[in-house]
Nanobody
């Protein structure tokens, strides 16, 4: 049974930082492309960042480029999202996702497994 468990969310003031983690089990983590998505109230789920199986190549949404950093540790089945210079518009539930085949894309429908999500709230 595949499980993706997010942690590290919470409430932070604008301009602050948070680090999200996703721990995976039940799959060969090093063979899975990984990504973060988010969903704000009343909005559709949107792509945040993705990382290839090796961790060498990353991809970011324009809205977070230069502020967020995605990384992974295949030895510990963990993916991380460092978030800096947070803005109120970053407020959302953040989801960890795993993809068994293909590239580390930004298309949510291509991902096979999802975490439960974790709330990130940025106050003005």
């Amino acid at each position: 049974q595949v499980q993706l468990v997010e942690s590290g969310g919470g409430l932070v003031q604008a301009g602050g930082s948070l680090t999200l983690s996703c721990v995976a089990s039940g799959l060969i983590f090093s063979r899975s492309a990984m990504a973060w998505f988010r969903q704000a109230p009343g909005k559709e789920r949107e792509f945040v960042a993705a990382i290839t199986r090796s961790g060498v190549v990353t991809n970011y949404a324009d809205s977070v480029k230069g502020r967020f950093t995605i990384s992974r540790d295949n030895a510990h089945n963990t993916m991380t999202l460092q978030m800096h210079s947070l803005r109120p518009e970053d407020t959302a539930v953040y989801y960890c996702a795993a993809k068994l085949l293909g590239t580390a894309s930004g298309s949510s429908h291509e991902y096979d497994y999802w975490g439960q999500g974790i709330q990130v709230t940025v106050s003005a």
